[in-house]
């Protein structure tokens, strides 16, 4: 059986200012490096440890890596966030006075990507993980909310938000992935109020 955690990152400058990141690449702020300290303290051991390209979710897997003695980091784009389109750097209050009720009613904004387009690139990503592990041992991968929204949405139809370092455990046996258990790997905490869903 293969078993992957999939981490969020620590806390970025634009999640300590409630600025919805998408694909932007801000760097992480002093209690996100404290953050990717404590997760390094607490994260056990790994065959294997992969990253999406973006600074905040490498820093983050590097830290880690180094700590546990696993690496080099493999960064794959596909564990990258969800494109956030127009509200990529906006933060709550600015969304709602340039798109008035968007948010509550769930309307996305041109350059939105989907959680279909996000499971397709992530499904392709862990088919990789499966080849470079044949399938077996402990991997964790260091990613973004919105990405394992849309895991949690493809395998059981809905998600909870998650913090910085937050973690979901999923299962691959017999060619079929499985949710397992969340987890919180850093004691550094931030209330998940405090950050914003991307």
Request: hydrophobic share 40%.
């Given at each position: 059986m293969l078993n992957v955690l999939l981490a969020r990152h620590g806390q970025s400058e634009w999640n300590a200012a409630g600025r919805w990141q998408g694909q932007a690449d801000p760097p992480l702020t002093e209690l996100g490096l404290a953050q990717a300290r404590s997760a390094a303290a607490n994260a056990g051991a790994f065959d294997a440890?992969?990253?999406?390209?973006?600074?905040?979710?490498?820093?983050?897997?590097?830290?880690?890596?180094?700590?546990?003695?696993?690496?080099?980091?493999?960064v794959d784009p596909r564990f990258r966030e969800r494109n956030?389109?127009?509200?990529?750097?906006?933060?709550?209050?600015?969304?709602?006075?340039?798109?008035?009720?968007?948010?509550?009613?769930?309307?996305?904004?041109?350059?939105?990507?989907?959680?279909?387009?996000?499971?397709?690139?992530?499904?392709?990503?862990?088919?990789?993980?499966?080849?470079?592990?044949?399938?077996?041992?402990?991997?964790l991968v260091v990613c973004h909310g919105g990405v394992i929204y849309a895991?949690?949405?493809?395998?059981?139809?809905?998600?909870?938000?998650?913090?910085?370092?937050?973690?979901?455990?999923?299962?691959?046996?017999?060619?079929?992935?499985a949710l397992g258990e969340r987890i919180q790997l850093s004691d550094a905490s931030v209330t998940i109020e405090s950050q914003d869903i991307l």
């Open positions: 440890v992969f990253a999406s390209d973006l600074e905040r979710a490498v820093v983050t897997a590097q830290m880690i890596a180094e700590a546990t003695g696993v690496g080099p980091v493999i956030a389109g127009e509200y990529q750097g906006l933060t709550r209050d600015e969304i709602n006075e340039r798109y008035p009720g968007a948010l509550d009613a769930q309307r996305w904004p041109p350059g939105w990507e989907s959680n279909e387009s996000i499971q397709t690139r992530l499904l392709a990503a862990l088919d990789d993980v499966i080849a470079h592990t044949g399938g077996h041992g402990d991997v895991l949690e949405h493809l395998l059981i139809g809905s998600h909870e938000r998650i913090g910085n370092l937050g973690a979901r455990w999923v299962h691959h046996d017999n060619g079929h992935w």
